[in-house]
């Protein structure tokens, strides 16, 4: 009860009322930690789309576990982008029910979170080529403006 509430990343944010999920990069949060949580816009429909939130880890050199509807990863590996298969158990991605997608997520968390920080270390270590692959491909699509071609089929076809 005492870190309730948590402030991560707005606790040196002056004005809370503009605060956006775009502009909290702050790189010593990922520093800390091994894996990144991404919480998508959608969970429960049937639109995939990215956002800034996917982008953050992979800028920041982060393995990741996504919360979003399914075929979200199957979609992004089409993009060209690779996952954590080795590591994680995706399994979640194809679950189309979204109470048992839920859960295998959460049973992957409550797997991870149970690890030492040593196992944690040699996990992110054999996933590290994966995690400066995707940044170089994020950074070439970015020079490409592949992402915003992608983001903008997404928007038109709303």
């Not at 605060?19 to 959608?42: H, P």
């Not at 399914?70 to 690779?82: A, V």
């Not at 295998?104 to 196992?119: A, G, H, T, V």
């Amino acid at each position: 009860n005492k870190l309730v509430p948590l402030e991560i990343d707005t606790q040196n944010i002056k004005n809370k009322l503009g605060f956006r999920t775009d502009n909290a990069l702050r790189k010593e949060d990922y520093l800390k930690s091994y894996i990144n949580l991404v919480t998508e816009t959608e969970f429960d429909g049937n639109i995939l789309f990215f956002t800034e939130k996917i982008v953050k880890p992979i800028i920041s050199y982060q393995p990741f576990i996504v919360l979003s509807n399914p075929y979200y990863l199957k979609e992004l590996k089409s993009m060209g982008f690779k996952t954590f298969s080795n590591i994680i158990d995706e399994s979640y991605d194809e679950e189309k029910n979204d109470s048992k997608r839920l859960q295998k997520i959460f049973d992957e968390i409550e797997r991870i979170s149970k690890l030492s920080l040593k196992d944690m270390a040699e996990l992110y270590k054999s996933v590290l080529h994966i995690c400066i692959y995707n940044r170089k491909h994020l950074d070439k699509l970015s020079k490409q403006d592949v992402l915003l071609k992608t983001f903008k089929q997404i928007e038109y076809g709303w």
